[in-house]
């Protein structure tokens, strides 16, 4: 009887040790797996030191309360720059510090700490350098806090600050950006829809105007600049001009203005603007008239025949009591010869009191206008 229960007792307690020995076999195999992934799953710092310096300087707006900004890593220490003087919430003065820093890591995340002791100077204005309504927090002990990480280039990026890399990068984005030309398409009307030779619906307004080229020197978004030529006749009044011309934004109102006559110090021009057709007004120092249409006809009027081109020339003579007219070798210029009443001749064009004109045996020279009439 005491044999067989001796033989349950030590039956029971080898159970019990070999239970036991699995339980802290198990708790020593967690503990062993938990360590492996803190350690698998946290950045390796050796060498941290080396990437900071490597990624400083750190810059930033300063952002905080103590105005932290400037972060220069250095082997173990760190070199910054803080406030040190606010006059009515703005920093006036700061000052450099450099201190110790700590860096460990949870996961991907780094963190940076660095204590440092600092004075700060409130107040309200300054006279002549001196502090007025001032108040002192004198050698506060600051615990300065930072998050980052650990880029694939070996380069530690600090969340809200720049690093040497970011800031080279974003510099070259910027000059990029800078140089960078706009290129703009032409848009609006086509300039040789505006080409041709144009008269007025209305007899009574006796103007005509052949448009012969336009050149555009500026297109930008706010519309399109440039100089249109041709020649322009109101009543006897012909004249050859280059005038500057813009558009509306859109690039589709081309306006321009022509002066073709001065008259007892006055001078008198056409304003011409084209939308969906061309139309006028006559303007000079005391206003402007009521606009009016122009309607397109064909730039020439020239006929072919028989393999060749016949032109209409319009012939001109001069109205003059004395009985003829003085031809000059310019404007106001000397005499070249007389031109007799019964004398017909081509007007080439107007130069301001004056028209340039060739006579019939091939001379050209200037009659004053209020000379000159049609034939």
């Not at 000059?175 to 041709?196: A, S």
Request: charged content about 35%.
């Amino acid at each position: 009887m005491k044999n067989s229960i001796f033989i349950l007792i030590v039956a029971i307690l080898l159970l019990s040790c070999k239970d036991q020995s699995k339980k802290e076999k198990d708790i020593l195999t967690t503990e062993t797996i938990s360590k492996t992934e803190n350690v698998s799953n946290n950045l390796d710092l050796e060498g941290i030191n080396e990437l900071f310096q490597k990624s400083s300087p750190y810059t930033r707006d300063s952002g905080d309360f103590f105005g932290v900004e400037a972060l220069v890593f250095d082997g173990n220490t760190v070199r910054f720059s803080v406030a040190s003087l606010y006059v009515m919430g703005e920093i006036i003065d700061r000052e450099d510090i450099t201190g110790t820093y700590k860096v460990s890591s949870n996961g991907n995340t780094l963190t940076v700490q660095f204590d440092f002791n600092t004075n700060f100077v409130f107040v309200d204005y300054l006279i002549d350098g001196s502090k007025k309504n001032g108040k002192s927090i004198k050698e506060v002990s600051v615990p300065y806090i930072l998050k980052g990480t650990k880029t694939k280039d070996d380069f530690i990026i600090l969340k809200d600050w720049e690093n040497k890399i970011e800031k080279e990068e974003r510099i070259k984005q910027e000059e990029i950006e800078n140089n960078k030309e706009e290129v703009i398409e032409d848009y609006g009307i086509d300039e040789n829809t505006i080409l041709g030779r144009y008269k007025s619906s209305d007899e009574e307004k006796d103007v005509s105007v052949s448009i012969t080229s336009i050149d555009e020197k500026e297109l930008s978004k706010f519309g399109k600049k440039g100089v249109v030529s041709g020649v322009l006749m109101v009543k006897d009044v012909e004249k050859e001009f280059t005038s500057a011309y813009e558009t509306g934004y859109d690039g589709n109102r081309y306006t321009f203005s022509i002066d073709y006559k001065k008259d007892r110090g006055r001078t008198y021009g056409v304003l011409f603007v084209f939308e969906n057709g061309l139309e006028a007004n006559f303007f000079s120092d005391s206003g402007a008239s009521k606009r009016f249409e122009l309607e397109k006809i064909d730039v020439t009027e020239e006929v072919e025949e028989e393999n060749s081109i016949v032109t209409t020339t319009k012939y001109f003579k001069i109205n003059d009591p004395d009985g003829y007219s003085n031809l000059r070798d310019k404007p106001k210029g000397e005499v070249i010869r007389k031109v007799l009443k019964n004398e017909k001749f081509e007007v080439l064009s107007s130069d301001g009191e004056y028209k340039k004109v060739k006579l019939s045996d091939g001379t050209i020279g200037y009659i004053h206008s209020s000379r000159v009439v049609k034939l």
